[in-house]
């Protein structure tokens, strides 16, 4: 059982990975990874929005809607469940940091419009994960995406310094190390 | 036998020490004027006590210290003062900077000096204050003020002496001509260091491309029991302060700290002779070495030099052809800098004096882009990240840069020397430390703005605040006035008629 | 009425979207209550990265005024004093691309004091009323002169002065004050033909 759980986690945070294999979630993955400090702030906020949304898409699924037979709303409020979690980070991060809450800008609420976050709720279902599976694989998602985006920004502070040739400059030689970490992460499947 | 141990990193360019023909030392030119200036160290500079028109004798003060990080400077020999005004100065901007001009009238007179026979009796202070009036800097080539170094214990105190004789810089023989030819003179001056400092052994570093001088300074330290000579295999930069304590005693200066915070103290050769020679016979810093030498010179060699001899003249007795050398270097060839004006003098930090040919040292190759190769961090003897830190000092990022310990680099050149697309790296880290310093400092001042203009803002406030109250108590006296029935109108008027009444009594 | 939601589909649904929006709009309510935010700590943290020399060139009454503003939403690029080296500070602490000085509000110049000729001065004290930092020490009918150490070069003193005996001059000068300059930091190494600046032929 404990096994089963940690091939969950491994495949959502590697093998199976939300931003390079599966190309969800890519607008923040490159509107915040210019700076380390920005990127750290927006994994967290991202991971809490993930893990709590998933939960809750999860149990309003079972609990509301299925009983109801109201299945077909899903999609509705699953967006509506991730609005209000969204919403809820947002004052968090204000009440705790008014300086990553100005530097995260538009990108604090666009996490509602995250297509990873969305994905993480449906593939829920459609993997009929119970509850267990469901915190696990949105918390997967989360580290997964953390990962990634960290690893971008400390890529990206360095491509800045460097000596890029102007055609490429910017979001350019961005677009192109993104499609190489991608290379790069497919080698894990088959790991799981 | 003494376990030594490695660093990280290093060199190995070409020695080329025999030009200078170590082991003889050959007496400077006199020349007709001598220019000292009043910073020859790091810190503030000296504060002249002599006019211009004054005759000044050998060995005379004539700059005091101002300040504790600052030492005096001393007439080499008999002359008048000339000249108080600004002169070039060996120094890698090559501005100018105050310097007091000596003529030498010839009569070679000296002040009278007396030393201290039994320093042993002499608490350190009494030293320190001794040393600091000879007007003792680093004669390695740093120039800090010798006497703050003794001073510098922690609470731990100095265990550990060391006599830095490495001399790992290409062309240079300054020290270890001074090892062969006063070895004796060098451990009797370590031992009023170990004195001063508490210290229980003296190591005496030579490193093994210097026989002859490993065995004067065995010789010489077989007389003293604290002292022991240490031998090591050549690299460069093995005499840097922190790699030598980490090859003698394989312990390591902790990052931004120095050597007296793990109780170690290093002095140069020269510099132990002159604290030998303040003491026991009261006699200032007025010569050093100085190795000239390069291929443009018909006689190269090391020179005892008296301080302030103009370059030129040192030059010219070595035979320097002009037209074979491309360019005459104050220093090394991994440290120094080039000097344009000749007329400059030689100083307490000038170790060498190096004219070579066009072929010997060619000038620098064009840079080309860095290719990361890495040959830069496997050389580096401070085990920092050189790729790292040009990247950083091209973006300006200040931040990333203390995050690499800029300032833990020693300026050494080794990540240069290997750099293939010839990048100058230590240029990039002197600016970067500059502007971090600068930043610093316009830190320090725009908060002590702020703070000076939040006071005035409130002092502001407070002035209009009991104005305010002033103004209302007046108000309430006048309407106090007002409702006990007086008009003071007509009392004015009245007291007017009163007094127009009374003066034309008086009148008539 | 249960019976009815059972029976109608169309009415559950809506029912239950709404009733969730009730719920969690409540929640999120109660939420904005409590995670209230009060004062403006960010413009804190930019006022102290301004230069503080409160000389009105970017347009506000001084460098608080400017770090609201800015805190606010202004361009960063308004403070001559500051100059490259603090708009590349406020562009680092925003995450936003720093812009090269607004010419419309003054350009960089080296660092400057005041300095009053003392011969000259007739004791009016207009200057030491326009000092924003109380460096000019001095009263009526009384010698002034500027505290070279606490001025910050602002300039506003030159004015208000009737016998105009005031001079900027500059602060670092001189041996002690030279630094090493960036090794050809406008000549990067050409890294692709493409660098080769416009003009040059190939």
Redo the contacts between chains.
């Keep these: 059982m404990f096994g089963e759980y940690a091939a969950l986690l491994v495949a959502a945070v590697l093998v199976n990975n939300f931003v390079l294999v599966q190309f969800l979630g890519l607008c923040p993955f490159m509107g915040v990874s210019?700076?380390l400090d920005?990127a750290i702030g927006m994994s967290a906020a991202t991971t809490f929005v993930l893990t709590l949304a998933s939960v809750c898409s999860f149990l309003?699924y079972e609990y509301?809607?299925t009983p109801?037979?109201?299945t077909y709303?899903r999609t509705?409020?699953f967006i509506?469940?991730i609005a209000?979690v969204v919403?809820?980070t947002e004052?968090?991060v204000?009440?705790t940091s008014?300086?990553l809450h100005?530097?995260l800008g538009v990108y604090l609420p666009l996490i509602t419009t995250n297509c990873a976050v969305l994905g993480v709720a449906l593939l829920n279902i459609n993997q009929a994960h119970n509850f267990m599976q469901s915190l696990f694989y949105g918390l997967g998602a989360a580290l997964g995406f953390s990962l990634v985006l960290v690893l971008f920004a400390a890529m990206r502070e360095?491509l800045?310094?460097?000596?890029?040739?102007?055609?490429f400059q910017g979001a350019a030689i961005g677009m192109i190390t993104a499609g190489l970490a991608s290379l790069a992460f497919m080698g894990f499947a088959g790991l799981v | 036998m003494r376990q030594i141990h490695d660093i990280h990193g290093g060199i190995h360019p070409p020695e080329r020490k025999e030009l200078s023909r170590p082991g003889k030392v050959i007496d400077g030119p006199v020349p007709a004027q001598l220019i000292l200036p009043l910073s020859q160290h790091i810190g503030a500079p000296a504060s002249p006590i002599v006019a211009v028109g004054d005759h000044v004798l050998g060995g005379q003060m004539i700059a005091e210290a101002q300040g504790p990080v600052s030492v005096p400077v001393h007439a080499p020999n008999s002359g008048t003062v000339v000249a108080i005004e600004s002169r070039a100065v060996p120094h890698a901007s090559g501005m100018s900077d105050t310097c007091i001009v000596i003529e030498l009238d010839g009569e070679d007179t000296w002040a009278p000096t007396s030393g201290i026979a039994d320093w042993r009796e002499h608490n350190r202070l009494e030293l320190m204050n001794c040393v600091r009036q000879a007007g003792i800097a680093g004669l390695g080539g740093a120039g800090f003020p010798t006497a703050i170094k003794l001073a510098s214990d922690r609470d731990q105190g100095i265990h550990t002496l060391i006599i830095n004789g490495t001399e790992c810089e290409p062309y240079i023989s300054a020290d270890d001509t001074v090892m062969q030819c006063y070895a004796d003179e060098i451990v009797a001056g370590a031992e009023i260091l170990a004195h001063i400092v508490g210290a229980e052994t003296i190591l005496l570093a030579v490193e093994d491309n210097k026989p002859d001088a490993a065995a004067a300074m065995t010789t010489a330290a077989m007389n003293c029991e604290m002292a022991e000579v240490v031998t090591f295999p050549t690299k460069y930069p093995s005499g840097g302060e922190k790699q030598l304590i980490e090859i003698l005693l394989n312990a390591q200066v902790p990052s931004g700290g120095i050597p007296a915070d793990i109780g170690v103290l290093c002095q140069n050769p020269s510099t132990a002779i002159a604290v030998l020679e303040a003491i026991t016979l009261g006699k200032p810093l007025t010569t050093r070495i100085t190795t000239v030498t390069g291929e443009a010179l018909s006689d190269p060699g090391n020179r005892r030099v008296m301080l302030g001899t103009p370059i030129k003249d040192l030059l010219g007795q070595a035979g320097f052809d002009s037209t074979a050398g491309n360019r005459v270097i104050h220093g090394g060839p991994m440290m120094g800098f080039a000097v344009t004006d000749l007329n400059m003098p030689v100083v307490k930090i000038t170790n060498c004096v190096l004219a070579p040919t066009a072929d010997e040292l060619p000038p620098p190759q064009p840079v080309q882009?860095?290719i990361r190769c890495g040959h830069c961090a496997e050389a580096c003897p401070a085990s920092l990240l050189p790729q790292q830190l040009y990247?950083?000092a091209?973006?300006k990022?200040h931040e990333q840069l203390e995050r690499h310990n800029l300032f833990d680099c020693i300026e050494c050149g080794a990540c240069a020397y290997v750099c293939p697309s010839h990048i100058p790296l230590v240029q990039y880290y002197r600016s970067a430390k500059s502007s971090i310093k600068d930043a610093q400092q316009e830190k320090v001042r725009s908060d002590n703005s702020r703070g000076r203009f939040e006071a005035r803002q409130e002092r502001l406030e407070r002035e209009a605040a009991a104005k305010e109250v002033k103004r209302a108590a007046r108000k309430a006296a006048a309407e106090a006035r007002a409702a006990s029935g007086e008009d003071p109108v007509q009392a004015a008027i009245e007291r007017a008629k009163a007094k127009k009444a009374q003066q034309e009594r008086v009148d008539s | 009425m249960l019976d009815l939601l059972m029976n109608s589909?169309i009415l559950?649904?809506l029912t239950?979207?709404v009733g969730?929006?009730v719920v969690?709009g409540s929640?999120?309510g109660f939420?904005?209550v409590k995670?209230?935010?009060d004062g403006?700590?960010?413009s804190d943290?930019i006022n102290s990265i301004l230069p503080q020399t409160q000389c009105g060139q970017c347009g506000y009454p001084g460098c608080r005024p400017y770090a609201e503003a800015i805190?606010d939403g202004d361009a960063i690029n308004k403070c001559p004093p500051g100059g490259e080296d603090t708009i590349q500070a406020l562009a680092?602490?925003?995450?936003v691309e720093p812009e090269p000085l607004d010419a419309e509000h003054g350009t960089e110049k080296e660092p400057l004091v005041a300095f009053i000729r003392e011969a000259e001065c007739i004791g009016c004290t207009k200057c030491i009323q326009a000092c924003p930092v109380d460096a000019i020490l001095g009263a009526a009918k009384v010698m002034h002169t500027v505290i070279a150490d606490e001025c910050t070069g602002c300039d506003l003193c030159v004015e208000p002065c009737p016998v105009d005996c005031i001079d900027m001059v500059a602060r670092k000068t001189g041996i002690r004050h030279w630094s090493w300059p960036l090794p050809n930091p406008h000549n990067?190494?050409l890294?692709?033909a493409?660098?080769r600046p416009v003009g040059e032929a190939a």
Excluded: H
């Excluded at chain 1, 800045?160 to 055609?167: M, N, R, T």
């Excluded at chain 3, 680092?92 to 995450?95: A, Q, T, V």
């Design positions: 210019n700076k920005t309003t509301l809607l109801l037979d109201l709303l509705l409020s509506l469940v209000v919403q809820f004052m968090v204000r009440k008014p300086l100005r530097v360095r800045v310094v460097a000596d890029i040739p102007e055609p | 882009p860095c990247w950083y091209r973006a990022d | 589909p559950l649904a239950a979207i969730m929006g969690f929640l999120l939420a904005s995670f209230e935010v403006n700590p960010l943290q805190a680092n602490l925003l995450d990067s190494p890294v692709i493409s660098d």
